[in-house]
Every structure is written in structure tokens, then in C-alpha cells.
């Protein structure tokens, strides 16, 4: 039998059983524009409510753009079942901490009660109906936690999901630091389960398509540093996708080719969604917190790694980005 560690509390586990024990039906559901941290959680705690005996429905707003998540698509609703009666179901929101970062998809509307399983550090608590840890590597570790902790050990049929979602987070464990021996040794269950790292690592970073690496040259081209070369910033406009595609971003090679130059210590990678909304990712290597500048446009994530969407164009955003950025370099 499992022995959860201290990460996953008994107030933890109480809760999450006292909220599954109110309903036989669940709705599981991430953030739009899933990875593999919210994929993996997603079908993980779906296969974790099987095993309890439940029923359970797993949507996506999606769009599944990403090289090593189209796989998955298959095994996720965009829509509710027509006719079907939710008023006596409970929804897990997992790898994010509100409606409101589901996307435009019908379940967002349905009045039922949420539970919310997170590691970000600017997920929002709920009390008793919420797992929130934001010193986990991702939000498939407290999962897994979950599983063992109910069931005694995951599946052999879920482990190689569930570590494909801790490598993605991790950036194959390469954001871990030496405090990460309970990581390590949850990693060595999944693989003793069948997990492959070999052929999870040729997953995630295999099959690309020859416009990522030219778009990869172009974003290099446009970046720009700041703060005598602390922060680098770069961008894709509209032009650029509609010459390299849609699916032509690679955004973890492109955030290992600036975060490994000399003096940076943060990166900014921004896409003009459309004429007037922005998204962008951002990165850091140590001490800088960027879901903090995240935040201030509507954004979140961690202290090394957050995300944000805001109605602006890029060459007016920049400049705020860097007004933001000035509060922490220039203290």
C-alpha cells in the first residue's frame, strides 16, 4: 500500500472523498488549449473515478494545437450530451482554478457544485472542495498522490498518461530542484507500471513539422533585450502565423535558446491571436517571479513559468511588459 507523502494532506484526501461520495456522475474538465499537465490530470482522475465506481464525462474546449496532445483529442468531449439531465453531478476542474479559463464550451454555464485540483500559485481556494498545492511540479503529481492515496497504486493502463504530464511540466524534470526525491520516487512507480521515458521523451519532442524551426529563426529575429540583457521579449504577429501556420510554434525550444544565454533570467514569447488580443508565455530561470507580471494583465501560472491573454496589440503591449519588468530589475 502507498504511503502518500506530506504534500497530500488527510484533509486532502478527506475532502476529495467526502465530494465523490455526493454524486455518481462527474464532469472533469481543464483550461482551454490543454498540455500535457491538464490532459493527463484530466484522463487520470477520470480513470481514478472509474476505478471508484463513477461515471464520468471528460470535456475540452480545446483546441488541441499542440504536436504531442492531438493524440489525445480522441479521448475528450467539446459539448455536453444533448438531453442529458447534470443537475445531479459534481465537476472537477483540474489544472486550473476557475470557469472562467475553461473556454468557451457549454459546460462553463451548468450550476453545479466544483471542486478544483491545482498547483498553480495564483489558483484561487475554494475551501474543503479544492486540492491546491502550489509547490507541486504539476497538477498530475497530486493525481497520482490522489490514486495511490484511494486505490493503493494507478493502473498500468494510466501510468504512462500521468508521466507524460509530470514530464511535460517538468520540462522533463529539468525544472526540479534537489527537493524532488518524492517526485523521483513517484516517477519510479509510473515506470514500474510501464511508463517508457524513452519513448514519452521522442513523443514530446518528435514530429515536428519543418515551419517550427523556421518560425524558431523568426521569433530569434525579432527579440529584443532589456535591462542590459536580463529580460528578452519577442513576438509572433499575424503575418508570421499565416505564413508558418497555425501549429508552427515550438515555445520550449525557443524558451531553452534564450534562457540559456549569458545574464538572462527572464523571456517573454508573445503571439497576436488576433487584431486585437495577445497571448504570451513566460519563463524564468531562478529568482524572478513572472506570474506576478502575469497577473497584472489577467494572467497566472508560477513563480518560473506563467501564461497570460489580453485585448492589446503587441507593439503596444511590449512597452507595459517592460514597465512591469522595470518593478523587478530596477529595484
Not at 488527510?10 to 464532469?27: G, H, L, M
Not at 486585437?276 to 494583465?297: M, Y
Not at 513563480?303 to 489580453?310: D, F, I, R
Amino acid at each position: 500500500m502507498f504511503h502518500y507523502n506530506s504534500m497530500l494532506t488527510n484533509a486532502d484526501i478527506e475532502n476529495f472523498k467526502t465530494f465523490t461520495q455526493k454524486f455518481n456522475s462527474f464532469i472533469v474538465i481543464g483550461h482551454k488549449e490543454p498540455d500535457g499537465d491538464c490532459i493527463s490530470s484530466s484522463l487520470g482522475l477520470a480513470e481514478l473515478l472509474h476505478q471508484m465506481g463513477k461515471n464520468v464525462e471528460v470535456l475540452s474546449a480545446g483546441p488541441f494545437k499542440r504536436t504531442e496532445t492531438k493524440k489525445y483529442q480522441e479521448f475528450f468531449a467539446n459539448s455536453l450530451k444533448p438531453n442529458q439531465d447534470y443537475s445531479n453531478f459534481g465537476m472537477f476542474i483540474v489544472d486550473c482554478s476557475d470557469k472562467s479559463r475553461i473556454g468557451e464550451i457549454d459546460a462553463a454555464q451548468l450550476e453545479i457544485p466544483v471542486f478544483v485540483i491545482d498547483h498553480h500559485k495564483t489558483a484561487q481556494n475554494t475551501g474543503n472542495n479544492c486540492i491546491i498545492h502550489p509547490e507541486s511540479p504539476a497538477a498530475v503529481y497530486l493525481i497520482q498522490l490522489l490514486f495511490e492515496a484511494i486505490c493503493g497504486e494507478v493502473t498500468e493502463e494510466i501510468a504512462p498518461t500521468l508521466f507524460f504530464g509530470l514530464c511535460t511540466d517538468t520540462g522533463f524534470f529539468r525544472f526540479l530542484e534537489e527537493d524532488s526525491a518524492e517526485v523521483f520516487m513517484a516517477v519510479s512507480r509510473l515506470v514500474a507500471k510501464g511508463a517508457s521515458p524513452k519513448k514519452t521523451y521522442n513523443h514530446m519532442t518528435g514530429g515536428k513539422a519543418f515551419s517550427t524551426r523556421k518560425l524558431l529563426g523568426v521569433l530569434l529575429n525579432h527579440a529584443q533585450s532589456y535591462f542590459g540583457g536580463r529580460l528578452i521579449i519577442t513576438y509572433e504577429n499575424q503575418e508570421d502565423t499565416a505564413q508558418f501556420g497555425e501549429n508552427g510554434r515550438d515555445s520550449d525550444m525557443l524558451y531553452q535558446a534564450l534562457t540559456s544565454i549569458e545574464g538572462v533570467e527572464a523571456v517573454v514569447n508573445i503571439k497576436q491571436e488576433t487584431e486585437t488580443e495577445c497571448t504570451a508565455g513566460l519563463r524564468s530561470i531562478d529568482s524572478v517571479d513572472v506570474s506576478k507580471v502575469a497577473a497584472v494583465f489577467g494572467g497566472g501560472g508560477h513563480k518560473n513559468a506563467a501564461g497570460l491573454s489580453t485585448e492589446i496589440k503587441v507593439q503596444e503591449f511590449i512597452p507595459k511588459l517592460v514597465e512591469e519588468f522595470a518593478k523587478i530589475f530596477e529595484k
